[in-house]
C-alpha cells in the first residue's frame, strides 16, 4: 500500500520526535536526579522525573509506531501489540496527569506559601504518583481488555492493524469508556490546569516584581497551557467525535501525532519552570558562568569588604558607617530586595527554617525547600538578579 503525503508527514513527525525527545528527556533526567541527590528530593522534582520516565516511556515505542506507519501493516508478533499499546497509552495520559500535578504545585506554592510548605514532602509526591499511575493503567487496562480472546491484531483493508479494527459489541464498550477517559484524563485536568495557571498569572501580575520578572513568568505559565492544549485536544477530540457518531474515527490515528511531540516540548517547559537549572546548562555548554552568576559572586565580594577591613583593624573612611556610602548599612541597596524570598534565586523556596520569610514558599524549582537553616532572614541566601521573577 502506498504512502499518502499525510502518512509521509506522519513518519516525518514521529523521526524527529524521536531525535529530539530522547536526548532531551535524558538530559533533563539526569539534571533532575543530580539536584535530587545534592539537594534532596522535592515535590517538583518527583513530578518531574515521573514526566521525564513517561516521556521516555513513548519515546521508546516511537520506532514501531513509525515503522507500522511506514510500512501501513503490522509485522511484529501479535503478542507485542498489547504491549505497545498499553505504554504508548499510559506515557501520553500519565505525562498529561503530571504535568498537572507540576502546574499544582506550582500555584500552591505561590497562593498558600506557609500552609502548602507543611505539606510539601516529597513522601506525598510520591503516593501521588503513585495513584495517578494506577489511575492510567487501571482505565487503559480495561479498555485493552475489551479485545475479547486477546487478538489485538485484526485486518482492515487488506492490512494488519494493531488494536484499530473492532467489531460492534466492542464498540458499544470501548466508546463510552473513551468518553470518560477523555473527561477524566484530559477535560479534568486541563480544567485544574487552566484555573491555576490563571490565578499564578494574577497573583504574580499584582505583586511588586519588576515587569521583566512579570513577563517571564507570563511567558512559562501561558507556554505550559499552551503546550497541555497542542498536545493533548486533538486525539481525545477524536474520541468525543467517536463517542457522537458511534464509530472509531479514521483520523483518530493522526490525532496521535501532536501527542507525541510533548515529548520533546515539555523537556523546554521544565527546564523553564527553573531558571536555575538552565542558567547552570547554559553556562557548562558555554563553558564559562553566567552573567547572573558573575553578577552574584560580585555582590558577594562587595559584601564581605566591610568584615574583612574589621578584622584587619582598618578604620573606616568616609561613607563606611551604617547606610552611608557603598550602602551596607542597614537600609542599603545592596541588601535582600524585596522579592528574594520569593523564588527568583537559584536556590529559591529555601526559607524552611525559623525566621525565614513566609514568601519563601514561592518558589517552585527543582531547589525548593532546601532548607535555609535557623535564623534565616528573607533576604538571605544568593541574591537575585533584579529582573528575575519567581521560579515558576
Known sequence: ?????????????????????????????????????????????????????????????????????????????????????????????????????????????????????????????????????????????????????AHFVGVKDDASVCYDHFNASQLRVLLPLRLEMSVVLFLLPLAITSFCTLRCVALVWRSNLRPMGKRRVLAVALSTLAVFVVCYAPYNASHIVGFVQAKNVEWRSYAMLTSTCNVFLEPVVMLMLSPAVSRGILGKVCGRQSHFRRSDASRGKLSNAPSERSRKGEGGGPGDGPGSGLGFGPGSGLGARPWSGLGAGPEADSGSGPGSSPGSGLGSGPEADSGSGPGSSPGSGPRASPDSGPEV
Not at 499518502?4 to 513518519?11: E, H, I, M, N
Not at 514501531?64 to 504508548?88: H, N, T
Not at 510539601?120 to 482505565?139: E, F, K, N, P, T
Open 1 to 149: 500500500m502506498e504512502l499518502s503525503g499525510v502518512d509521509y508527514v506522519a513518519l516525518t513527525v514521529y523521526c524527529f520526535t524521536f531525535l529530539l525527545g530522547f536526548p532531551a528527556n535524558l538530559l533533563v533526567l539526569l539534571v533532575y536526579v543530580r539536584k535530587a541527590r545534592r539537594h534532596g528530593a522535592t515535590p517538583n522534582v518527583v513530578y518531574a522525573l515521573n514526566l521525564c520516565l513517561a516521556n521516555l516511556a513513548l519515546v521508546a515505542w516511537l520506532p514501531i509506531k513509525a515503522l507500522e506507519m511506514g510500512l501501513q501493516d503490522w509485522r511484529l508478533p501479535p503478542l507485542v501489540c498489547p504491549i505497545y499499546s498499553f505504554f504508548l497509552y499510559a506515557s501520553v495520559y500519565g505525562s498529561c496527569l503530571f504535568l498537572t500535578a507540576v502546574t499544582v504545585g506550582r500555584y500552591l506554592s505561590i497562593a498558600f506559601p506557609i500552609v502548602y510548605k507543611r505539606y510539601r514532602r516529597a513522601r506525598l509526591s510520591c503516593y501521588v504518583c503513585v495513584g495517578l499511575w494506577v489511575l492510567v493503567m487501571a482505565h487503559l487496562s480495561i479498555s485493552l481488555a475489551t479485545e475479547g480472546g
